[in-house]
């Protein structure tokens, strides 16, 4: 139980188009979704907090307007990376938490989505 | 300094060696902890979860708080190479609703046949 599926795994586009990935909880109802970013050889770095039906928590220097989140469901969360430039380029990593029912802070990683952009 | 610290590595050991890797904070406010395996180019894996001091054993791994200390660390026993991969501890506090983790640098270990 409690996997996590992203989409796309890998995606290659051109600097100055929008890039949506999504992150799924396949068979539990996610409260709460994290989206990292994580860079070769270093560890993941939080960008985010979402919770379902609300504005999304932004760490302190991530852009809210370049890098767009909705939590529309219980099921799915959605980044979009805006106008995207090469320094976008990244391996961007979402997780998320069974909710009350589940272990304090507990959190299930999806395989993440490889962002190049030329 | 950074609320949790964690050698980068490379750590390389033969196969069937005892491996420990170790993670140290400074926020006493962290109750939980938990030790991820992260393969390249995938996500990171829980491996182990733990509230309290003392030690927790899984098959061959084998985790261990020291709150007093502030210190925690993950032995793998009969270390095998489909363990090679970074290991990334993590933890929090109690408190707070979103339940957010600060993670570690990762170790990147490789078990060489």
């Known amino acids: 139980g409690a996997v996590v599926s992203q989409h796309p795994s890998r995606v290659i586009c051109k600097s100055g188009t929008s890039v949506k990935i999504e992150c799924r909880s396949l068979?539990?109802?996610?409260?709460?979704m994290f989206w990292y970013r994580q860079f070769p050889k270093q560890s993941l770095m939080l960008m985010a907090t979402?919770?379902?039906?609300?504005?999304?928590?932004?760490e302190q220097g991530v852009e809210k307007d370049k890098f767009l989140i909705n939590h529309a469901s219980l099921t799915l969360s959605t980044l979009t990376v805006t106008s995207a430039h090469p320094e976008d380029s990244s391996f961007y990593i979402c997780?998320?938490?069974?909710?009350?029912?589940?272990?304090?802070?507990?959190?299930?990683f999806g395989p993440g989505t490889r962002l190049t952009v030329l | 300094q950074k609320e949790v610290e964690q050698d980068p590595g490379p750590l390389s050991v033969p196969e069937g060696a005892i491996v420990s890797l170790n993670c140290t904070y400074s926020?006493?406010?962290?109750?939980?902890f938990m030790w991820y395996r992260q393969y390249s180019r995938k996500g990171p894996e829980l491996l182990m979860y733990?509230?309290?001091?003392g030690n927790k054993e899984d098959g061959r791994f084998t985790a261990q708080v020291d709150k007093s200390s502030k210190y925690i660390s993950l032995f793998i026993r009969d270390s095998q190479p489909s363990d090679s991969a970074t290991y990334l501890c993590?933890?929090?506090?109690?408190?707070?609703?979103?339940?957010?983790?600060?993670f570690g640098a990762g170790t990147r270990l490789a078990v060489h046949p």
């Open positions: 997780s998320a938490r069974v909710g009350a029912s589940g272990r304090k802070g507990e959190q299930f």
């Open positions: 068979d539990f109802q996610a409260t709460t």
């Open positions: 979402s919770n379902e039906g609300s504005k999304a928590t932004y």
């Open positions: 926020n006493s406010a962290f109750q939980y």
């Open positions: 733990t509230y309290s001091s």
């Open positions: 993590a933890m929090g506090p109690l408190s707070g609703g979103y339940n957010k983790l600060i």
